[in-house]
């Protein structure tokens, strides 16, 4: 993990931390095997947590902790399908939301078990779209808009033949509660309908960092690929 901008140093440093804490609680859970054919995705999101406590300690979250397999992966954060077991040649990805010291992190990534090719082209695609997005962002760090985001993350989709499912691509992320101080304002959303500029303060002239979140899906084979992480990381 690289943190390469600061809008305020206190704020990027804190959630520099905080997502390098995020990543470091993952990382672990690859190493360990987690993510493996036979498990439930209910039984997998109580091993993280387990994990993450005997890693960190007591931690809270600021959104649900997401781990869906198969069919699933074609579900969008607002759905709540039926508890899935991993299969063999799967693809199944997570969505955390980690709380370290009143500081979000946001962290998805897809895996996938087995060698199926278009699973592995899935995986492959929204991380790359990610990284796109990510390049774009900083190419154009004073002018990019919300809605650009969207529009670029909707594109990379097409591009590869997929859909992108989300209503959004990203939102804000910043000190615990962040969600009940914004609302659910488009405004606070990479929305198709904010113009916003993501480089603008918010209304008390504080700087504002984003979260870019991709989520594209094969509707015809079944199965979908997220992956998501703060813009200001490699």
């Known amino acids: ?31 360990r095997g987690l993510f493996r ?24 979250h600021w959104h649900k902790r997401i781990v869906r397999a198969g069919p ?26 980690p709380v370290f010291d009143n500081w979000e992190a946001d962290i998805g990534r897809t895996y996938v078990i087995g060698a199926d090719p278009h699973k592995a082209r899935m995986r492959e695609a929204v991380e790359q779209a990610w990284q796109d997005g990510r390049d774009y962002y900083r190419a154009n ?17 097409r591009a590869q033949g997929y859909e992108y499912v989300n209503w959004h691509a990203g939102h804000l992320i910043g000190n615990f509660p962040h969600e009940y101080v914004q609302g659910e304002s488009e405004a606070n959303y990479l ?33 979908g690929g997220f992956f998501e992480q703060w813009l200001e990381l490699d």
């Open 141 to 157: 760090r004073g002018t990019v808009t919300a809605a650009d985001m969207y529009e670029l993350a909707v594109e990379a989709a």
């Open 37 to 60: 054919a036979g498990a439930s995705e209910l039984q997998l999101s109580r091993e993280l947590q387990a994990l993450g406590r005997e890693m960190f300690g007591p931690f809270k």
């Open 72 to 97: 699933n992966t074609l579900s969008t954060y607002g759905d709540d399908p039926p508890d899935l077991r991993v299969g063999e040649d799967d693809i199944l990805f997570v969505d955390l939301g």
């Open 1 to 31: 993990m690289t943190y390469t901008y600061d809008p305020t140093p206190e704020r990027g440093g804190k959630l520099a931390m905080a997502h390098a804490m995020g990543m470091e609680w993952l990382g672990a859970a690859e190493a």
């Open 191 to 223: 929305h198709p309908a904010n113009r916003g500029r993501l480089a603008d303060p918010d209304a008390r002239g504080r700087g504002r960092s984003w979260i870019y979140e991709i989520h594209f899906i094969d509707r015809e084979r079944g199965f």
